[in-house]
């Protein structure tokens, strides 16, 4: 038995130090997600361990949601909206990112809200089919964390929530229907890239990513498109790491050779 319990030692060491060769490079030098933070517009960022949501009021009982974090229970959401004097019912509209479960946990919990997200990524959201991504079969699909999307939308579309403007913008290849929003002037990037420690951009992890190199060409030619349309960005948030306060560091990325 001696040699049994050697035996699995040295599997389950391996199995930790594989760990660490994939996930480290990942982390190190990552911008810190702050535990809460009030981005330009009143939109809110909300770190709910690693990763984080975006909630902003559009009325006195309402608020928009953009992706829904990892919690079953959304706690994270649940407080800011007692915070502010609101209930669960004040959730109208969930925005996603895209459909991985660490994205789709909350949802849940407000049943009552309409669901955005690419017509493309309506599969993986709903269940349908799972990542494609190195430890997609891992994953698996979303299970009991579907999520029906009731508003499909198409690349370029605008919606109107309340007072504020919510343009979905396709950037696939982190997930095969993935989308940033422009939500007045702060872009809301998900899993598309990180902040980095020197406020520079990292674009889509490959280990978690469907197809990392049409990730890459996403992410440059969506900032070279914003680029040409003087878009007005005065912040840039992401689902893994801290915000930055404009687009120059993604404009900066996109026109490296």
Same mark, same amino acid.
């Given at each position: 038995?001696?040699?049994?319990?050697?035996?699995?030692?040295?599997?389950?060491?391996?199995?930790?130090?594989?760990?660490?060769?994939?996930?480290?490079?990942? =982390?190190?030098?990552?911008?810190?997600?702050?535990?809460?933070?009030?981005?330009?517009?009143?939109?809110?960022?909300?770190?709910?361990? *690693?990763?984080?949501?975006?909630?902003?009021?559009?009325?006195?009982?309402?608020?928009?949601?953009?992706?829904? @974090?990892?919690?079953?229970?959304?706690?994270?959401?649940?407080?800011?909206?007692? &915070?502010?004097?609101?209930?669960?019912?004040?959730?109208?509209?969930?925005?996603?990112?895209?459909?991985? &479960?660490? %994205?789709?946990? @909350?949802?849940?919990?407000?049943?009552?809200?309409?669901?955005?997200?690419?017509?493309?990524?309506?599969?993986?959201?709903?269940?349908?089919?799972?990542?494609?991504?190195?430890?997609?079969? =891992?994953?698996?699909?979303?299970?009991?964390?579907?999520? &029906?999307?009731?508003?499909?939308?198409?690349?370029?579309?605008?919606?109107?929530?309340?007072?504020?403007?919510?343009?979905?913008?396709?950037?696939?290849? %982190?997930?095969? @229907?993935?989308?940033?929003?422009?939500?007045?002037?702060? =872009?809301?990037?998900?899993?598309?890239?990180?902040?980095?420690?020197?406020?520079?951009?990292?674009?889509?992890?490959? =280990?978690?990513?469907?197809?990392?190199?049409?990730?890459?060409?996403?992410?440059?030619?969506?900032?070279?498109?914003?680029?040409?349309?003087?878009?007005?960005?005065?912040?840039?948030?992401?689902?893994? *790491?801290?915000?930055?306060?404009?687009?120059?560091?993604?404009?900066?990325?996109?026109?490296?050779?």
């Amino acid at each position: 038995m001696k040699w049994l319990r050697r035996v699995l030692g040295l599997l389950v060491a391996a199995v930790v130090v594989a760990a660490l060769v994939l996930f480290l490079p990942m =982390l190190v030098g990552r911008l810190p997600s702050p535990a809460e933070a009030t981005l330009p517009g009143g939109l809110r960022e909300l770190a709910e361990g *690693s990763v984080n949501v975006f909630m902003v009021r559009t009325g006195a009982d309402s608020v928009v949601l953009f992706d829904c @974090g990892d919690d079953r229970d959304a706690r994270v959401i649940r407080a800011e909206l007692k &915070r502010i004097g609101l209930d669960e019912g004040a959730v109208k509209e969930i925005f996603l990112t895209h459909g991985h &479960r660490d %994205h789709l946990g @909350g949802c849940g919990r407000f049943p009552g809200a309409v669901v955005h997200a690419l017509a493309a990524e309506r599969p993986l959201a709903e269940g349908a089919v799972e990542s494609r991504g190195p430890i997609g079969p =891992l994953l698996g699909k979303a299970g009991d964390r579907a999520v &029906r999307v009731t508003a499909p939308l198409s690349d370029g579309q605008v919606v109107r929530a309340g007072p504020i403007t919510v343009r979905a913008l396709a950037l696939p290849g %982190h997930t095969g @229907g993935g989308a940033a929003y422009l939500v007045d002037g702060v =872009l809301l990037l998900g899993d598309a890239a990180t902040a980095t420690r020197d406020h520079g951009i990292r674009p889509a992890e490959w =280990l978690f990513s469907d197809d990392r190199p049409l990730a890459i060409r996403s992410l440059r030619a969506l900032a070279l498109r914003l680029e040409a349309e003087r878009a007005e960005v005065s912040a840039v948030a992401f689902s893994h *790491s801290g915000p930055l306060d404009s687009l120059a560091p993604l404009l900066a990325w996109a026109h490296r050779p």
